[in-house]
């Protein structure tokens, strides 16, 4: 039977069905609207898909998982020969997205391709799929290239630059469950390396923060297993958003971005990091490394901490909980140790980043 008011999920989207006052069931969602009347178990509706511009005929049969679907287009009754089935969420099945507000928000203030922000987002669901062996369309199906003149707004200078390594970490959301709180996790900007002209130097790579839709059990490199070991940590009792403070990253001569004053002073990385904060509505910011604290502490004018044995903590002038920790890499380790062999927090569980997750989530929920 239909569930009103409740997430199904097609192709990792989200349709929520509502009932209108003269009972009909109506239903927008990220690719159109449908609307129609039930029958028994069955939704008889009207689609329109505004992306490709297609109206038609829809019939869902709900059942207590899900629903299957088939479809034509046309408003002319005929045979449906095209299926759409979708199913709620499981508790706890992890999933992946990303708000329609941030993708808005990237379009108008960071990169707007001519692929579209949704085709990246399509992609990194397919690779995220593939790792946790889900249904998935063809990665080679996403075959998009960026470049630095897709850039926008305050960004856009870097068309005039001589650049390369260019490269943007869209943000990502990671969930498990529903109406869960969630914690920002602030990266200080797409690190890439040097790519010593064996790209085009115009060309953007893209990728999402920490690599975080890796799947920790599929993972062989250590230092990665670790890494993806923390954030999983904190998924126990957060739902994660995982985004940069400074949205690009590029090198010009021998300088790299985040030391480029003129970059790093630009009022739209904190107007960018505000509209996320106001978006996403965190219970935390969580800040990992020298990087991304120093990065923040200048957006807010706050006097940057140095590393001890405690966890720094503060609030920002709208409220939101500010914590700033080492970073979780090994090269941090030195900074980290003396937050991990701290007796206060002898009785948390865990090893190594898997501890020190469960720190942070000791002092966020103290």
Known sequence: MLKLNTPYYSDKKEIVFEQNNDGTIKSTYADGTIEGKMEGNTLKAVFH??????????ELTFHETGFAGKWKKGMEPGLMKGQWNGEIQQENQLRISIPNEIKELLKSK???????IDNIYQAFDAYFNEQYDLPVERLEEFDYQLSKFDLVNDFSFVKELNVRSIGIDFPIKLSKGKNRPILMICAMDPLRT?????????????WVPFSVIKNPAKEKKYSEKENLQFFYSL???????????????????TKISNKINHYTSLP?????????????????????????????????????PTWNTEIFRTNLDNGCSLVMVPHISGAANGSKAPILNNPKYASVIGENNGKYANIILSEITQ
């Open 49 to 58: 898909n505004p992306i490709v511009n297609i109206s038609g005929l829809m």
């Open 110 to 116: 960071v990169i707007n391709p001519s692929c579209g």
């Open 194 to 206: 040097d790519n010593e002209q064996k790209l085009p130097e115009d060309k953007l790579t893209d």
């Open 235 to 253: 998924l126990k009792d957060f739902d994660l958003y995982l985004t940069d403070i400074y949205k690009l990253f590029y090198r010009e001569a």
């Open 268 to 304: 739209i990385h904190r107007d960018i990091l505000e509209t996320e904060i106001n978006c996403i509505k965190p219970t935390a910011i969580v800040t990992l490394g020298n990087g991304a604290r120093d990065a923040i502490c200048e957006l807010y004018k706050i006097y940057p």
